[in-house]
């Protein structure tokens, strides 16, 4: 069993920066691939940015060049860098394993 709590989103302004962190209980954290889902009100949950267990990154193309993910096996912690943020970055924000457990998410809102 893994549980994942996020944190870190909020509020910001168009252009501002915003870092998501994933904390995973449970042991064995460095054997799952990691990703960063996000949901738009009234639209589909997307992939956003994925990560092996190996480090390899990959990115949806509307993100690529702002958003970094990133992980601290020693931390149990995957990280999800977000800079020039646009209002369509706006929607929650879900950590997810390969293994398909989901966190809780967490709202990011950017606006003017």
């Known amino acids: 069993q893994v549980q994942l709590v996020e944190s870190g989103g909020g509020l910001v302004q168009p252009g501002g920066s915003l870092r998501l962190s994933c904390l995973a209980s449970g042991a064995m954290f460095s054997i799952y691939a990691m990703d960063w889902y996000r949901q738009a009100p009234g639209r589909q949950r997307e992939l956003v940015a994925a990560?092996?267990?190996?480090?390899?990154?990959n990115y949806v193309d509307s993100v690529k060049g702002r958003f970094t993910i990133s992980r601290d096996n020693a931390k149990n912690t995957v990280y999800l860098q977000m800079n020039s943020l646009k209002p369509e970055d706006t929607g929650v924000y879900y950590c997810?394993?390969?293994?398909?457990?989901w966190g809780q998410g967490t709202q990011v809102t950017v606006s003017s």
């Open positions: 990560i092996s267990r190996g480090g390899m990154t």
């Open positions: 997810h394993t390969n293994t398909d457990y």
